[in-house]
């Protein structure tokens, strides 16, 4: 309101322009719209949003580019940008976190698990409403000295939750796995898990070469189970060979050792065969094994060796008439 004669107040008036500069800071959407625009207090650092773009770009001209790493992207320069975008961030990062099980790095097949996170109501909660930071699996694991899994161990958690494994419980045994050195002990730990023949074969074969995993399932086409293979193969993968007096490795020392193992093994003749062959051996060498032996030859392996005495033959004999 003005009086006559005085002049109409400019609308860029001190109170005025007090009055836009409280709306372009307090008001959610146009506050965000400001800052974009490099207006009120806030402007949104442009490092920030180079950045994001430079994501948007790499993500599509990427080799191997996936439409989840351009989700990503995309999502990252739109929480930079939007009004209440990081919210909508943490709340799509704490879906996806869950509908995975775990947080994962990559995309496609470089895809890398890092922890994985119980599948309760109360951890949906958590994850939509406050993202990955506020799950205490997230908490826990980078508060300890854990690292994420490779992209192989996370194929090999994947694939034993394909076949009904829970992937927390998956996540555990490849951990444990690699933490020791030799095959040996991997192999103790997945004979020593909870999980099925058919599970324990498929998590086995994960972790050794390719005739490895062809040995256990061939074992076990001959009705041997998972545990009893692992079992001999740690056992004979212990043995060494026998060594003279001058340090030399005597000949086939290890293989008679390997051969009275599967011997003492409760297992028919057949599938002693089958462990003969899964050591490596020749099949032309089979026979020699001692289940493959006559019954009489059992009994004279079984005897003591012994040479005899060397001596001088004392009566001659007589000419012949």
Request: charged share 25%.
């Amino acid at each position: 309101m003005w009086f006559v004669g005085s002049e109409k107040p400019c609308i860029y008036s001190v109170p005025n322009r007090k009055q836009s500069y409280d709306i372009s800071n307090d008001i959610p959407f146009v506050r965000g719209v400001s800052g974009a625009l490099g207006l009120g207090d806030q402007t949104l650092p442009l490092a920030n949003v180079a950045e994001a773009v430079g994501g948007v770009k790499n993500a599509l001209t990427a080799e191997d580019r996936s439409a989840g790493q351009i989700a990503d992207a995309a999502l990252e320069l739109g929480s930079t940008l939007a009004p209440g975008g990081r919210q909508l961030q943490k709340t799509y990062q704490g879906a996806k976190t869950m509908l995975q099980g775990g947080r994962t790095y990559g995309y496609g097949d470089k895809k890398r698990l890092q922890y994985t996170v119980e599948q309760t109501p109360l951890k949906a909660f958590q994850a939509l409403a406050f993202g990955n930071s506020g799950l205490s699996e997230t908490r826990d694991f980078y508060a300890g000295d854990a690292k994420g899994l490779s992209v192989r161990q996370t194929q090999a958690v994947e694939e034993l939750h394909s076949i009904g494994v829970d992937r927390t419980e998956a996540y555990g045994i490849i951990r444990k796995m690699r933490g020791a050195e030799k095959q040996a002990d991997k192999a103790r730990i997945v004979a020593a898990s909870d999980l099925t023949d058919e599970q324990m074969i498929r998590l086995y074969g994960s972790i050794s070469n390719e005739k490895e995993a062809e040995n256990i399932a061939a074992a076990y086409s001959a009705d041997i189970s998972p545990a009893v293979y692992i079992g001999l193969k740690t056992k004979a993968g212990a043995m060494e060979a026998d060594r003279d007096a001058d340090g030399e490795v005597i000949n086939g020392s290890k293989r008679e050792k390997v051969l009275k193992l599967i011997d003492s093994m409760e297992l028919s003749d057949y599938q002693k065969d089958v462990l003969y062959l899964t050591e490596g051996y020749s099949e032309k060498t089979i026979d020699d094994a001692p289940w493959n032996q006559s019954e009489y030859e059992k009994y004279r392996l079984k005897l003591p060796k012994y040479e005899l005495p060397e001596y001088e033959l004392k009566v001659k004999p007589l000419p012949r008439p």
